[in-house]
């Protein structure tokens, strides 16, 4: 069966400070991977997704994440946080043949300005 | 237009009640979706609907009742709902189901059953 791991739960930083968000995934097909973000009081974005080829992702806010297939890892990254992304980050992935995506349990960040 | 729109936004109902949501999108997509988000969780799948046809239902009880009278329409029929069933209903909607097609969501409705 499929599952996805987020292993922070709560992430507190100051702007500019370096970001890194844990994803694991467990699967045994080819799998896509999204990072979503959820903005208090918005509905889900995508922030970048993966599905084959490079495995370094380029997404938009300058986020980006790598996809290391010999960790089922997927880890979101951003040099340099604002303020304005104090949200929630789910990682997803979408493995099955009706493409339904398993959300991971989330990660609340916190920038303190 | 990758939007994907809800309404109501906000719902309050009975446990005896009936009530309807509803989704839409006019991306040409073919695949849309129902999940449901508890506070502080993560969304969970509940209906695929592919090709307007129900593909995935993930054991959800039957007072829950999805419809796809459309390719850009998508109800959630409510009937005799329990306090537990408040939750945020998300829809969502992708080209085609299967692997390698985002999935774009609408804001949600957040449910409230007394």
């Known amino acids: 069966a499929q599952s996805v791991s987020q292993h922070n739960h709560h992430v507190i930083l100051s702007e500019a400070a370096s970001l890194e968000l844990g994803c694991n995934y467990s699967?045994?097909?080819?799998?896509?991977l999204f990072w979503y973000v959820q903005y208090p009081g918005q509905h889900l974005q995508l922030l970048l997704k993966?599905?084959?080829?490079?495995?370094l992702v380029k997404g938009i806010k300058g986020f980006e994440a790598e996809f290391i297939k010999s960790k089922f890892s997927f880890n979101l990254r951003k040099p340099s946080v604002q303020w304005s992304d104090t949200a929630e980050y789910f990682c997803?992935?979408?493995?099955?043949?009706?493409?339904?995506?398993?959300f991971g349990k989330g990660t609340k960040l916190s920038v303190k300005p | 237009d990758t939007e994907v729109t809800q309404t109501p936004k906000h719902l309050v109902m009975g446990m005896t009640n009936k009530k309807s949501l509803k989704c839409e999108q006019h991306?040409?997509?073919?695949?849309m979706y129902w999940y449901k988000q508890k506070a502080k969780k993560p969304p969970e799948l509940m209906f695929v609907?592919?090709?307007?046809?129900?593909?995935i239902n993930e054991s959800v009880p039957s007072r829950f009742s999805p419809e796809c009278p459309n390719s850009s329409l998508l109800n959630l029929h409510l009937h005799a709902l329990q306090p537990e069933d408040s939750a945020l209903y998300l829809c969502?909607?992708?080209?085609?189901?299967?692997?390698?097609?985002?999935?774009?969501f609408g804001p949600g409705t957040r449910l409230t059953v007394t």
């Open positions: 969502a909607s992708s080209q085609t189901s299967g692997r390698g097609y985002e999935q774009y």
């Open positions: 699967y045994g097909g080819t799998v896509n």
């Open positions: 993966y599905f084959s080829g490079d495995p």
């Open positions: 997803a992935v979408g493995g099955g043949s009706q493409g339904n995506l398993i």
């Open positions: 991306m040409g997509h073919r695949a």
């Open positions: 609907y592919s090709y307007e046809k129900l593909s």
